[in-house]
């Protein structure tokens, strides 16, 4: 089973689980509260944007605001087992975490002292997972980047394994993710109705560069000046391009 690719970070041990991740960075987005004083009314401009489908398997159905939390509620076909894994928690726990604690468009939201909480359902109504973040947890938040960029990238490959092949568009899907060292997370993507004596890649550098610039999931990564190398094979593995994006092509 494949999912669909940037939408975000970064955010991943079993299948799916890498667009999970990024289901939950990508209200960041959208979550500023100009010139909205109180939580709740932080959730309802949230709201007009609800229901909201994050992915293929994950609908933000609302944000409701309880006395001083906001509660991100989503509904998921996703398995218990995405959760059940240790290393996989910390790893979203530590990249939701830096989010909240840096991400500009949360400001109104910290500095209401809001506890937030992202709320996992299935289709049953079985709550599957609670992410909770108090004001104490992110105004006293020292990122710690996963030690530096490189372990990043290797912890960010290595939990991404079971998640291959990851579509990112019509018969188009990235079947390899690696890193070189320092900086450099290079993908390899098969467009496998394509061939490379007739006819052009669809996917050009200025569409990934934007969705670079504009999904809050990829916060640390863009932190982090990540070089980001994609190299395009036909169905026959010929190689079609080969794109290149540096942290000044997608500086903010």
């Given at each position: 089973?494949?999912?669909?690719?940037?939408?975000?970070?970064?955010?991943?041990?079993?299948?799916?689980?890498?667009?999970?991740?990024?289901?939950?960075?990508?209200?960041?987005?959208?979550?500023?509260?100009?010139?909205?004083?109180?939580?709740?009314?932080?959730?309802?401009?949230?709201?007009?944007d609800c229901p909201l489908k994050m992915d293929e398997y994950t609908l933000?159905?609302?944000?409701?605001?309880?006395?001083?939390t906001l509660v991100f509620n989503y509904r998921t076909t996703y398995s218990m087992d995405t959760f059940k894994d240790s290393e996989y928690l910390k790893f979203i726990n530590e990249n939701s975490l830096y989010n909240i604690a840096?991400?500009?468009?949360?400001?109104?939201?910290?500095?209401?002292?809001?506890?937030?909480?992202?709320?996992?359902?299935?289709?049953e109504e079985h709550i599957l997972l609670?992410?909770?973040?108090?004001?104490?947890?992110?105004?006293?938040?020292?990122?710690?980047?996963?030690?530096?960029?490189?372990?990043?990238?290797?912890q960010l490959v290595n939990t991404s394994k079971d998640t291959l092949p990851i579509s990112i568009a019509k018969n188009i899907y990235i079947t390899k993710i690696s890193a070189e060292y320092p900086d450099t997370l290079k993908y390899t993507v098969k467009a496998e109705n394509l061939d490379a004596t007739k006819e052009e890649i669809v996917i050009k550098k200025e569409m990934l560069i934007n969705r670079l610039k504009e999904r809050g999931t990829f916060t640390?990564?863009?932190?982090?000046?990540?070089?980001?190398?994609?190299?395009?094979?036909?169905?026959n593995n010929i190689l079609m391009e080969k794109l290149m994006i540096t942290p000044r092509d997608y500086g903010l």
């Open positions: 089973m494949s999912n669909t690719f940037l939408n975000n970070t970064f955010m991943l041990f079993k299948k799916n689980a890498i667009q999970f991740y990024f289901s939950i960075c990508v209200i960041f987005s959208f979550s500023q509260c100009n010139n909205i004083s109180t939580i709740e009314k932080c959730a309802l401009n949230i709201n007009k933000l159905l609302n944000a409701k605001a309880t006395g001083d840096t991400n500009i468009k949360m400001k109104e939201i910290r500095e209401s002292n809001a506890t937030i909480i992202y709320r996992y359902k299935d289709t609670n992410l909770k973040y108090t004001p104490e947890d992110y105004n006293t938040y020292q990122p710690t980047k996963l030690e530096n960029g490189y372990s990043y990238l290797m640390l990564l863009r932190d982090y000046k990540v070089v980001f190398c994609y190299e395009f094979f036909d169905k």
